[in-house]
């Protein structure tokens, strides 16, 4: 191997020390550096290189980079099993890792090759390499092109909750569309005289058995309001988790301090554990009062009593029989059922599977109950939320507001202000909630039950 004449040296950078001159001091040719590759690559040891910079001035000075020119960065000749080509960041906006990876792997074959060292090996590792990481040039994209779709991609429209803002305009103007034709379909049926003896025969609602409890008692009213507290908590907190891509803090606990996640997700989960811990004595007390049957199907008939209440619901005509202090109709029978003893358990099964008290190291554990099973249902289950939250407050202010406010939230058969009271302050409370759950507000209360740090 000879040296040229245009031998090309390390290239220099900052002193190491206040005034010193550029490191490194030395200035030994690339042959030097192939020499030393030739002699150490056989025997496994990995040895760092720069490639050359740009060529010498007859003065022997080192041309400077203008800002537009790509040296090379640091190389690695690695043993068998390890990576051959060091790439660090990008030289121009958009592009792929620097050095590309063709030219400067290239050359290093030719020198291993040449040492007559175990170029087979090294040989697969660089087309591997090769084949996961091609150049720009390979890919058929310059830097101006990579900077102009950069700049395309900034130019991306506005989104609402990942959705572009126009697709979710469509989406509200579809949705708003089936509405319509919902509506008009149901007063239809109701108009025809199939319609009319349905209606007739399944009213909508089931009579409940001798010995319902009649009435909302206090006890109710209070899980009600913790239930919606909480859930509005759960609902900021998991589209929060969703939405966060760097973390303002981490908590981790005592007893694992080598674990840690994000202070929103502590927060998502704190608030979960009590939204269970309130469930469970909601369904205790349902239990334990016989308020289960007001809730609970007992009849099959309840099914075409539903279908019945939602097509009068649909067609703006309510329910005749609607006396949610006596009972509910099918339809909220079955939509209440469906809310405590269905969504809410696949809420928590799947965000315990999805939390850290999860057994990760249980390998049979995760085959019989992936984690990707939990995360596709779990967000479904956010929106059902959703959705009948919406719908209930909506029925709720649409089919006699004063007297359902003093069903829920006053415990009484009325029509007097004080439920609607009790509702808006319950509303500024929860509002006030979602307000402050913020970490600067979290932090110290995550700190008791563990260390708070910002990395």
Not at 428 to 439: C, D, E, F, Q
């Amino acid at each position: 191997m000879t040296t040229t004449a245009d031998a090309t040296r390390i290239r220099r950078g900052l002193p190491r020390s206040p005034g010193g001159a550029q490191w490194p001091i030395v200035e030994t040719p690339d042959d030097e550096l192939l020499a030393v590759a030739e002699t150490a690559a056989p025997e496994g040891i990995v040895h760092e290189a720069t490639d050359a910079a740009p060529s010498a001035h007859p003065t022997g000075t080192a041309e400077v980079d203008s800002g537009h020119s790509q040296p090379d960065e640091p190389l690695v000749v690695a043993a068998r099993g390890e990576t051959l080509l060091r790439r660090g960041l990008p030289r121009v906006l958009g592009g792929s890792p620097w050095p590309p990876a063709g030219a400067a792997r290239d050359r290093w074959a030719r020198a291993l090759a040449e040492a007559e060292g175990p170029s087979a090996v090294i040989a697969e590792t660089i087309q591997a390499d090769h084949a996961a990481h091609p150049s720009d040039e390979e890919r058929g994209q310059s830097p101006v092109e990579l900077t102009a779709q950069t700049r395309a991609a900034s130019r991306e429209p506005r989104r609402i909750g990942g959705i572009p803002l126009s697709r979710a305009v469509a989406i509200v103007a579809v949705a708003l569309v089936l509405a319509v034709a919902a509506v008009l379909g149901a007063q239809w049926f109701r108009g025809q005289q199939f319609g009319m003896d349905f209606i007739e025969t399944y009213p909508g609602a089931t009579p409940l058995p001798d010995g319902a409890p009649e009435g909302l008692p206090a006890w109710l009213n209070w899980q009600h309001f913790l239930n919606a507290f909480l859930m509005v908590l759960i609902i900021k907190t998991g589209i929060q988790v969703r939405r966060e891509t760097r973390p303002s803090a981490y908590w981790s606990p005592r007893w694992k301090p080598t674990r840690k996640i994000s202070i929103s997700i502590w927060l998502h989960q704190a608030v979960d554990l009590l939204w269970l811990v309130n469930g469970v004595i909601f369904v205790i007390l349902l239990a334990a009062t016989g308020q289960w049957v007001r809730v609970v199907p007992l009849d099959v008939g309840v099914l075409p009593n539903a279908v019945s209440a939602g097509i009068q619901y649909l067609s703006l005509d309510w329910p005749a029989d609607e006396n949610g202090w006596v009972h509910y109709n099918a339809l909220q029978m079955l939509t209440y059922f469906t809310t405590i003893f269905i969504a809410a358990p696949l809420a928590a099964l799947t965000g315990v599977r999805m939390s850290g008290i999860w057994p990760s190291g249980s390998e049979r554990l995760n085959r019989l109950y992936p984690l990707e099973w939990a995360r596709a249902v779990h967000f479904p289950v956010m929106l059902y939320f959703v959705a009948f939250i919406f719908v209930h407050v909506a029925l709720v202010l649409s089919t006699g507001t004063l007297r359902n406010l003093n069903h829920m939230y006053a415990g009484q058969d009325a029509t007097h202000w004080w439920g609607l009271v009790i509702f808006l302050v319950s509303v500024s409370v929860m509002a006030l909630g979602a307000i402050v759950a913020r970490p600067v507000v979290v932090a110290p209360i995550a700190k008791l039950f563990g260390s708070v740090t910002s990395r």
